[in-house]
């Protein structure tokens, strides 16, 4: 492996979406989120999700834009990502035809552009053609569009490389990737089998969920088979689904797959689940991760994603802290 | 976490000929009222009838099976609807096991159904 780590370039930051209890809960409006992630120093980056923040999403009125350019100042936070949907089931009948998708995406990134944003995080169900014809309007915003490989993705699933090849076709700087590093995990974590107990959930439910988690097959052909043995054998089913979200929240691939786009790689979702007393998360291992992004030169955002709010009402500012003590210990460590 | 929020404590009120409890969004982000469908409501074990149950939100009310064609009604994420149970009479200060099965169809995830069940006991009021 070519040691790029001269060209390496990694800043920390945070995205809304980890202080999802904090909003939803109403303990925080939407400002004072983004001037406590300042306050606390858990930038410099700052992503939020369109749809979780702003109301009138996939809109902006030139109101709030002006209030968030001010808001941005005051804090001194970068911009770092905007997370668009894409959203191709609205209609739970039919899928939206490209038209309809193009036109949505078009939305969104206007509005990422309209608010400073420099990347937009889109999701694989948008489809290669769809992007393709976005690819323009990106450079004309000067917006960089990210696919964000989400488990149960990797980066040889089709849907992933039927990007790929669209992005060597067209060419554009501003088409990129995102890696979650929920998509190459090496556990389920903790909090969610602790969650799952709590919820009275069987142990045998729950083991068998982690025992097809560990097994070597195609990472979407899981769930159906978890979701096979649980209706084969008479298990209740809304306990079966809830469970069946291990299938989709992480997945394994190993993390070297990650320097194969790492020229492409416009922006990171640092997921992450509980950083423990000793640095480390269980079920992702950034002590691998940070030193590979280094040595792979990756210039950008790494977002503080902490999607363990899903199964607790820890506080999210606390666990973005550890997670970022963690990082730069490991970057200065890389260094 | 959201499950244990998606009845809004406290939200249970006795009216002439009818009760209502308040919902909350179980999902981080608004999502469109043709991905969320309320499958189910028990009062105390008893299932009530989906043509009983009427949502509210947005200043608008809807049958809960009519919801799925509401492509373009979104329920931003911290807001509060309001769910109807026509001919349920309760007497104020009495209490009652709540419980309500919703299923959300996220429409960025393509065959995905995140299910929420939940009871909440409450006092009417």
């Given at each position: 492996?070519?040691?790029?780590?001269?060209?390496?370039?990694?800043?920390?930051?945070?995205?809304?979406?980890?202080?999802?209890?904090?909003?939803?809960?109403?303990?925080?409006?939407?400002?004072?989120?983004?001037?406590?992630?300042?306050?606390?120093?858990?930038?410099?980056?700052?992503?939020?999700?369109?749809?979780?923040?702003?109301?009138?999403?996939?809109?902006?009125?030139?109101?709030?834009?002006?209030?968030?350019?001010?808001?941005?100042?005051?804090?001194?936070?970068?911009?770092?990502?905007?997370?668009?949907?894409?959203?191709?089931?609205?209609?739970?009948?039919?899928?939206?035809?490209?038209?309809?998708?193009?036109?949505?995406?078009?939305?969104?990134?206007?509005?990422?552009?309209?608010?400073?944003?420099?990347?937009?995080?889109?999701?694989?169900?948008?489809?290669?053609?769809?992007?393709?014809?976005?690819?323009?309007l990106a450079e004309k915003l000067e917006?960089?569009?990210?696919?964000?490989?989400?488990?149960?993705?990797?980066?040889?699933?089709?849907?992933?490389?039927?990007?790929?090849?669209?992005?060597?076709?067209?060419?554009?700087?501003?088409?990129?990737?995102?890696?979650?590093?929920?998509?190459?995990?090496?556990?389920?974590?903790?909090?969610?089998?602790?969650?799952?107990?709590?919820?009275?959930?069987?142990?045998?439910?729950?083991?068998?969920?982690?025992?097809?988690?560990?097994?070597?097959?195609?990472?979407?052909?899981?769930?159906?088979?978890?979701?096979?043995?649980?209706?084969?054998?008479?298990?209740?089913?809304?306990?079966?689904?809830?469970?069946?979200?291990?299938?989709?929240?992480?997945?394994?691939?190993?993390?070297?797959?990650?320097?194969?786009?790492?020229?492409?790689?416009?922006h990171v979702h640092g997921k992450f689940?509980?950083?423990?007393?000793?640095?480390?998360?269980?079920?992702?291992?950034?002590?691998?991760?940070?030193?590979?992004?280094?040595?792979?030169?990756?210039?950008?955002?790494?977002?503080?994603?902490?999607?363990?709010?899903?199964?607790?009402?820890?506080?999210?500012?606390?666990?973005?802290?550890?997670?970022?003590?963690?990082?730069?210990?490991?970057?200065?460590?890389?260094? | 976490?959201?499950?244990?929020?998606?009845?809004?404590?406290?939200?249970?009120?006795?009216?002439?000929?009818?009760?209502?409890?308040?919902?909350?969004?179980?999902?981080?982000?608004?999502?469109?009222?043709?991905?969320?469908?309320?499958?189910?409501?028990?009062?105390?074990?008893?299932?009530?009838?989906?043509?009983?149950?009427?949502?509210?939100?947005?200043?608008?009310?809807?049958?809960?099976?009519?919801?799925?064609?509401?492509?373009?009604?979104?329920?931003?994420?911290?807001?509060?609807?309001?769910?109807?149970?026509?001919?349920?009479?309760?007497?104020?200060?009495?209490?009652?096991?709540?419980?309500?099965?919703?299923?959300?169809?996220?429409?960025?995830?393509?065959?995905?159904?995140?299910?929420?069940?939940?009871?909440?006991?409450?006092?009417?009021?």
């Amino acid at each position: 492996m070519t040691d790029l780590s001269s060209k390496a370039e990694i800043k920390l930051g945070t995205t809304l979406y980890s202080l999802t209890n904090e909003f939803h809960q109403l303990k925080y409006g939407f400002e004072d989120l983004v001037r406590e992630v300042a306050k606390r120093g858990l930038g410099p980056g700052l992503e939020i999700v369109g749809f979780q923040s702003i109301r009138t999403f996939p809109s902006v009125t030139d109101e709030f834009a002006d209030n968030f350019a001010a808001l941005i100042d005051e804090t001194g936070l970068e911009l770092s990502c905007l997370s668009i949907n894409a959203d191709a089931t609205i209609n739970r009948d039919r899928p939206m035809t490209m038209a309809e998708s193009v036109a949505y995406h078009e939305q969104q990134i206007c509005s990422a552009a309209k608010l400073g944003f420099p990347v937009a995080r889109f999701q694989y169900a948008a489809s290669p053609e769809v992007i393709e014809r976005l690819a323009p309007l990106a450079e004309k915003l000067e917006v960089k569009l990210g696919l964000e490989i989400h488990a149960p993705h990797s980066i040889h699933h089709p849907d992933v490389v039927g990007y790929r090849e669209m992005y060597e076709r067209v060419g554009s700087p501003y088409l990129g990737f995102i890696p979650d590093f929920g998509a190459s995990s090496r556990a389920v974590p903790k909090c969610y089998i602790d969650y799952f107990k709590w919820r009275g959930i069987s142990d045998e439910m729950i083991q068998t969920a982690l025992e097809i988690w560990h097994e070597d097959m195609e990472p979407f052909v899981r769930r159906a088979k978890y979701l096979k043995w649980t209706a084969d054998n008479g298990k209740d089913e809304v306990a079966a689904v809830e469970v069946a979200v291990v299938f989709n929240l992480f997945s394994r691939q190993p993390l070297e797959n990650w320097l194969e786009l790492m020229p492409q790689t416009v922006h990171v979702h640092g997921k992450f689940f509980a950083v423990d007393e000793n640095g480390e998360d269980n079920s992702i291992d950034y002590a691998s991760i940070i030193p590979l992004f280094v040595c792979g030169g990756y210039r950008g955002y790494i977002s503080s994603e902490w999607e363990g709010h899903q199964v607790s009402d820890d506080d999210g500012f606390e666990k973005i802290f550890r997670h970022h003590e963690m990082e730069k210990r490991l970057l200065a460590q890389a260094a | 976490m959201m499950i244990d929020k998606v009845i809004v404590p406290n939200s249970l009120r006795a009216r002439p000929g009818e009760a209502t409890i308040d919902l909350r969004l179980p999902w981080y982000r608004t999502l469109p009222l043709s991905t969320v469908e309320v499958e189910a409501v028990k009062v105390d074990g008893a299932p009530i009838d989906a043509d009983r149950l009427t949502f509210d939100l947005n200043g608008q009310s809807w049958n809960v099976s009519d919801m799925r064609g509401l492509t373009g009604e979104n329920w931003f994420v911290t807001d509060i609807a309001t769910l109807h149970i026509a001919g349920l009479q309760l007497q104020q200060g009495t209490t009652h096991d709540v419980e309500v099965l919703v299923n959300l169809y996220p429409p960025y995830i393509l065959g995905m159904r995140r299910a929420v069940r939940w009871t909440r006991s409450m006092e009417a009021n």
